[in-house]
């Protein structure tokens, strides 16, 4: 997902990062929007490298269809996660980050009414899906 960073200081960013993903297989489908603001406290060893700890809270809402039946989905997570940058250049930067400390919940409900489901996770993460990277550009 894209994101906006402001960097108040040289050590501390405040920003916005928002998307849509989606999925398919087969006849199954699934799309999210999710927007999650957050703060990023950084550290800088030397000039071009930094290391941070970022906290951030994501909203994410959309729909699934499995088996031919619509559901209508939300998510929230609110943790934090530790990052490094380089600084190749005045203005570009590569940004790597690696696993999740935090609480999930994503819950799934039928389009025309019933029961849905809820799942709720607390802890670590230490997964490939919490591999990020991404390249910055300072204005």
Known sequence: MPYLGYNMS???VLGLRA??????YGDDKESMFNLMPFVRFRRTPNEKMGVYLQADATVGFGSAEVNSIKNKRSSFEIGVRPGI???FSDRWAI???YGFLGFRTATTKPDGGGDG???NV???ALDPATLGFSLNYAF
């Not at 998307?19 to 398919?24: H, R, T, V």
């Open 10 to 12: 040289n050590n501390l």
């Open 19 to 24: 998307g849509i993903s989606g999925e398919s």
């Open 85 to 87: 940058d380089y600084a």
């Open 95 to 97: 940004n790597a980050n």
């Open 117 to 119: 489901t809820t799942a």
């Open 122 to 124: 607390f802890g670590l």
